[in-house]
């Protein structure tokens, strides 16, 4: 599955053939009946694969939850559309899957039936079970008649879960005598129980224990030196890890679950260890969770206690927990805080190594500008790269970027140099290697104020070109740097003159200006491109209305240059300046506005409508959760799901 082509382009739809349970504790499960798989859904996520209802590709439903206002959390949201598709609930449409055979199973138990009666069964084996002493086989019969009363109680165990899934309403797969398992015994697929009520899942889970218990507890009472394996096997069977299912017995809660789409994470973005703890502390806020620890305590004394029953110290006399119960409960809570300080191990690791990647990359960064440019020996192959990799010449064709790179020669400046060369009226046209310039604009009061910052691959000496309106900028390395240069009357005639003035725009004007915001750092350099060719500058007068307080907004802005107030009620609230962004919480959650953006002298932003403004976050997922971050931190709480009634952005 192509995570990038699933969620951008590719067209779903529901399957043809679903089925789904009725909500049991706000859950419901989907099934596609054909291939025999399963997604438990809350009531929310499977109003959200309703969209596709009729074909539609992720970005059009995404643009529909939000427009319809119930939109999930994003992460939430892609995960249930990627496990949607693996699980075949959501298909491409007119694509065929091969049905799995269903097996004709003819005798059907009502749970309701047989539950009390194995509930019975289940304790009686038990209290035999670990009433009375059981002894290690001392012959071959003996252990052969325990492996075959252990193969007998897993078939008839096997054969009456089968039933009671057919009483009950599911479907029976594939029943087999499996020679594989030790011992080899009979089993049925009865993973269709998902489907059923709590009652019948109850009774699945206890048909398996029953029986086997009850065999266990009849040899440990009649024939403790044939009762080794029977009771080997109940213990395996009542595990409450790596596979067990005994423990779903017990739940004192009636708090939701975690839905498919919120755990086992296939997202990548969703396996940052923020999300993985997240879930880990939803998890230990759930009443069930420390019902399993419990129960998982409780299986291993009766571990231990079974073990004693071996040995010549039996765990119930006074004596062996004289010696031996403190170091039992020491093993038992080193155990858990084993688990605890390998699972915190475990993401650290993560962590730490994520952020020393950054560390190392800022530091490479730094020491190649730094230390690293003067000694850049540029030939022609060299320059070519630099130049088909530049933002704003590659789109020149091939032989106009040989030339360009052909005519350029190579210079050096040191940090802190003033480059007038490129300021007022240029006269040259460079391409940064290496290293970070800045431009710089006169306030009025006569003092120099940074305007934007130009790194490797963008362009300077262009700018009046890009910028007519305000083309009276002053340039100054903020590092070494070493640059491509030539003349700009030759620049023009070999490139300039070929390029429309919306891309000079775009890219010396927008793109290295996004690329230094906070918003847009981690978004792909594509998307950051295509923002910069949806985008306009707009200048506003001072004391200008940018941004309207209690109505409903049309447009997303970016603070290009100077400042803006925000006022609430008229009051005033902050000051925001360039690269600070306003107006995503409003069309995000189609709401109006709950604050008024005023122009201060010189203001200039970037603005996009909100149609488009949409259509880019809905078609780039990176980009869709980035904003959601920064807009429910700015909120103080989670921007989705959205609170039923709220049409303000507060």
Not at 115 to 120: G, M, Q, S
Not at 218 to 231: D, E, G, R, Y
Not at 449 to 463: F, S
Request: proline residues 6%; positive net charge; contains cysteine.
């Amino acid at each position: 599955m192509d995570t990038n082509l699933t969620l951008s382009a590719q067209s779903l739809t529901l399957a043809p053939n679903l089925q789904h349970s009725e909500p049991v504790h706000g859950l419901r499960v989907v099934k596609n009946a054909s291939a025999k798989t399963y997604l438990r859904v809350t009531s929310a996520q499977w109003r959200l694969l309703e969209l596709f209802s009729s074909p539609s590709t992720v970005p059009t439903a995404l643009a529909q939850a939000l427009d319809e206002r119930v939109c999930l959390p994003l992460g939430e949201f892609y995960e249930l559309i990627l496990k949607a598709v693996r699980e075949h609930i959501l298909v491409e449409p007119g694509a065929l899957i091969p049905p799995t055979p269903v097996h004709a199973w003819r005798v059907g138990i009502r749970p309701r039936h047989v539950i009390r009666p194995l509930a019975a069964l289940l304790v009686t084996g038990i209290v035999l079970a670990f009433a009375f002493p059981p002894l290690l086989p001392s012959s071959v019969p003996g252990v052969l008649i325990g492996l075959v009363t252990v193969s007998a109680a897993l078939s008839l165990g096997a054969a009456l879960a089968a039933c009671i899934v057919r009483g009950g309403g599911g479907e029976v797969y594939r029943p087999r005598w499996n020679w594989w398992s030790l011992p080899p015994c009979f089993e049925v697929d009865t993973g269709d129980v998902v489907m059923l009520s709590i009652q019948a899942k109850q009774a699945v889970v206890m048909a398996r224990s029953a029986i086997l218990a009850a065999a266990a507890g009849i040899m440990t009472w009649q024939k403790p030196a044939w009762s080794f394996f029977p009771l080997l096997a109940l213990i395996i069977n009542l595990r409450p890890i790596f596979g067990g299912h005994f423990y779903t017995l017990f739940r004192f809660s009636h708090k939701v679950r975690l839905s498919d789409a919120e755990h086992s994470y296939i997202f990548l973005p969703n396996q940052r260890p923020q999300i993985r703890w997240r879930t880990l502390r939803l998890a230990l806020r759930h009443p069930d969770t420390w019902v399993r620890v419990a129960y998982g305590v409780i299986w291993t004394l009766a571990l231990i206690y079974a073990g004693g029953r071996l040995t010549d110290t039996p765990p119930w006399t006074l004596g062996f927990w004289e010696t031996n119960g403190s170091r039992v409960a020491l093993a038992i809570g080193a155990s858990l805080a084993a688990l605890g300080a390998g699972y915190f191990a475990w993401e650290s690791y993560y962590f730490l190594r994520r952020h020393a990647r950054a560390l190392r990359r800022g530091f490479r960064l730094w020491k190649q500008r730094w230390w690293s440019g003067r000694k850049l020996v540029l030939l022609e192959g060299a320059r070519l790269k630099a130049v088909a990799d530049s933002p704003l010449f590659r789109s020149l064709p091939p032989p106009e970027r040989q030339q360009l790179a052909r005519a350029m020669q190579t210079t050096h400046h040191g940090a802190w140099q003033p480059l007038p060369e490129y300021g007022g009226v240029p006269v040259q046209v460079s391409l940064i290697v290496s290293g970070t310039v800045g431009l710089y604009r006169r306030l009025p009061s006569g003092r120099l104020r940074r305007a934007q910052v130009l790194a490797e691959g963008d362009v300077v000496g262009l700018q009046d070109l890009a910028d007519p309106k305000h083309p009276d900028y002053f340039v100054r390395t903020l590092s070494p740097v070493t640059l491509l240069t030539l003349d700009r009357a030759a620049a023009e005639e070999i490139a300039v003159h070929r390029m429309l003035r919306s891309t000079l725009s775009n890219t010396i004007l927008k793109l290295p200006f996004l690329r230094r915001t906070s918003l847009c750092q981690n978004w792909h350099i594509q998307a950051v491109e295509r923002f910069a060719h949806l985008s306009t500058i707009t200048d506003f007068p001072d004391g200008g209305v940018i941004f309207p307080e209690d109505q409903f907004n049309q447009e997303f802005f970016i603070i290009f240059e100077r400042d803006a107030l925000v006022s609430r009620s008229a009051r005033r609230v902050a000051v925001i300046h360039a690269g600070d962004f306003f107006g995503e919480i409003g069309l995000l959650q189609n709401s109006t506005s709950n604050a008024r953006v005023s122009a201060r002298q010189g203001t200039r932003c970037l603005s996009i409508s909100r149609v488009e403004f949409l259509r880019f976050v809905t078609h780039n997922y990176t980009v869709a959760l980035e904003l959601e971050r920064v807009s429910s931190k700015r909120l103080g709480r989670p921007i989705f799901p959205l609170e039923k009634g709220n049409f303000r952005a507060t």
